[in-house]
């Protein structure tokens, strides 16, 4: 495996309630500037789960992102003895393994847990706030080579905005991107 | 099962809890032969259930067929408050339904569940035997207007044929269905 | 179909954000007492959506809950074009269809939805408190015919002490079914 | 249920290589001025297949919409004898249920199949095109008591131009959203 | 990758069919101390899958266990050409890849198979038998440093005393878990 | 990771719009004889995505497999805040990555991938064409030591043939295939 150059970091801004680390992102400039992004290491957790209270798994999510978990999801898949089971996954810094795989024997009910590690690729991103008929909204933004990749409107921010104001959120999220088009950053 | 002539409910009883239509149990003969299959009502049960432990599945779907289920079967869905859940659905006769609430609420863990009529078409089907190079297998075949609509070698013979024989459970089916092709029936 | 009486009503107790509606189930109190639960109609409300954002199932789910809807989840299934799509599906009373369909025709980007009736059997519940070592737990249980049926912590009260004791749900849910088997109960 | 007036026809505008039938929305015009959409009956198939080869599914997706289906889906599912199964769901109005009952007897290799029916609310639509930097779109709108729920613009359209100008798909849909909103329209 | 100590064996006990292999649990006694489990190196198997009768999975999971699979599952994806198609996954010890690759291409229809490495982390585990009011069912414990972190029913003692007994299996399960917790083990 | 052969190349020949890519299959003579394939070395890219239209979907498949992708598929997984999203694979050759990770910057909504390598086995295969009475079909074979092991009629001919002659695709293919086992083979 060709891994040329690893960092740690890069925390995804919008996880409630994880501290906002210090992002130190390496990664070749060379890489980034051809639009591929930087490259860390980052772990990968599975664990098989048969047996356990669906119950567990929203709780279980909240924590692992508290506990320095880069993502949590959870895949349906189909076991032995015909029993209609979940894939858990946890992404993590390799630093976090140990962490994340006490709090997996903690709070789940498998006795067993596997882990490999993968290259990721992470674009450059910048935060602005736009302004819209509800309100500001914080935009996430990829921009590589001065060519905008990707606009991502904040979901907490649209969210907020769409109950205050008894609006479809759709159209907050659409206000927002066409903000952004227009220029009306207010940063 | 050797449904030869089929005729249970109406075929228009179309939405539960809608007036009483009276039911006629029709099975046209008519019909049948357009291809189209004979007639029958069924009812079908259907319980969200997020806080059980997916080992009860297995052993539900083995008690529920053993109960007077026609087909039982889970499909995962994604629930409130981020629970993995699963749907679990029972079809089976009208006359059943009692009898098929009462198992799902002794042993699922859930508080409530809701049942509809459907209307059901059965295509006619008969078993003839054919003899294959690993012994003889069933096969349920569909005969409309002396058109054969489908061949299925039936499962429980071809897995019991390939685990003698040591072969593949797929070279057993496949053998079963080039046996009838060639009218190798033994009956 | 025989529905001899349908009330309206029995909100899950653990939705929050609903009102705490009076529950009248009427129910033939015989068929209750088969251990077949009460019988009420409900609505069933089905969205099938390819090309929407999936945040906003997220938000979509909680004003569906807010707006009367009994239950709301979600279903993966794959739709033309090779789109990986979701099925919504929304279980409310039937005066509350409008309400939720505008709802959905508002939230989401579906230009088409469709409903239809279901008979529901409800099992009678009741709360109890029980204390545990962590704290006190309301415990929903469904008895029939003197027999318990089914013992459920209360999520919600659950996961707080979990969360103030820092120790496993799994440990808090299983400690609260032990002190309502002791007969721990505190009212 | 007060199903007051049910009209046929209103098929979906971007299924390809279906027949450009003339839609007669009848449905109450008061209640689709409450943004409630209007009203017509439409059947609901469904068939268990768990015996098919996958192959089978996309071809079937082609021939059902050609031959009336107004939608069509697959829904991943759990079966007996632990098989991984498939749900089959073909929407279409109920004169033509003969006519795909016949379809999935003779493309897949189910024995039955069931239907029933439902009510299905839908939103008036109209069809804009909109200039683009990358060529013309149109846009598919529903607009209630003036007031615009939804815009979408076609996929074909988006697709095509996309392929053509080696753009982002995603970059062509914003645009034609914006070019929508900036009231761009070439109509 | 720093696998700092690794393990063959621990085959997961409640795999029927599966020879009682000698366990030799390597791993790190610190690790385990800290409640990380012990460490083994596993290899995983996945094959995709789209054109394969759903009735060989069944069969397929029986054969991969009895030679040698630690855990077998499928997870329904969506493939090219709108296939709904599935991943086929084998967890093994690495000297077994050989055998399971060679009965994946035997038994399933696919032309091609990937493997990779992951780290294994396994806790400790006891059985100890306790006494139901149904009859006496093994307990899967996991104690560490004296803590007890899961107790798992043996779910095929369950499903016979459920069975025989005629009560609900989940009853069983919590008289089991209820029996181990008061301290009525009989070992 | 011990991969002793590594080999690139063996485009799966059955995907449209792919350039016909020499084969050059390294992989150990003797492991091939074995029945358990040739090696080669492939790249597994994920992304898990939460924010995206589906409809990008289908788009992003033809577009990746014409740009060297062996395979795409996509698994419907539920993610934080109750989102039902998608996780998007890729395999490619590892030369690949480049170009594929670049394509899903540009047409997804994602702000980071992953990717990690994983050995692959192929069976050698063969195409060979057979005589149908509905037309020609060619036919995909593997043949491990004289012995076959598997036989694909290819899905496109038996399409083509399926919609030219007006009969069931499931027909066609069931005769490929017994014209192959008569020896009906064209070349």
Chains 1, 2, 3, 4, 5, 6 share one sequence.
């Not at 596997?114 to 991103?125: F, G, I, M």
């Not at 819209?132 to 979901?155: D, W």
């Amino acid at each position: 495996m060709s891994v040329s150059a690893i960092g740690y970091g890069a925390g995804t801004a919008d996880l409630p309630g994880q501290p906002n680390v210090l992002r130190i992102l390496i990664g070749a400039a060379a890489q980034a500037e051809k639009g591929l992004g930087a490259t860390e290491e980052v772990a990968v957790i599975e664990a098989n789960l048969d047996d356990m209270n669906p119950q567990i798994y929203g709780y279980f999510l909240e924590k692992a992102l508290a506990s320095g978990a880069l993502d949590v999801y959870t895949t349906p898949v189909q076991m032995k003895k015909n029993r209609p089971g979940m894939l858990l996954t946890v992404l993590c810094r390799p630093e976090s393994v140990d962490a994340l795989m006490k709090l997996i024997f903690a709070e789940t009910t498998t006795f067993g847990a596997r882990t490999y590690r993968a290259e990721r690729r992470v674009l450059p991103r910048e935060f602005v706030e736009v302004t819209t008929g509800f309100g500001p909204v914080r935009v996430k933004v990829s921009r590589v080579n001065g060519r905008i990749l990707h606009v991502a409107p904040e979901y907490e921010d649209c969210k907020k905005l769409a109950a205050e104001r008894d609006v479809p959120l759709q159209q907050v999220i659409a206000e927002a991107l066409r903000a952004y088009a227009a220029g009306g950053k207010t940063d």
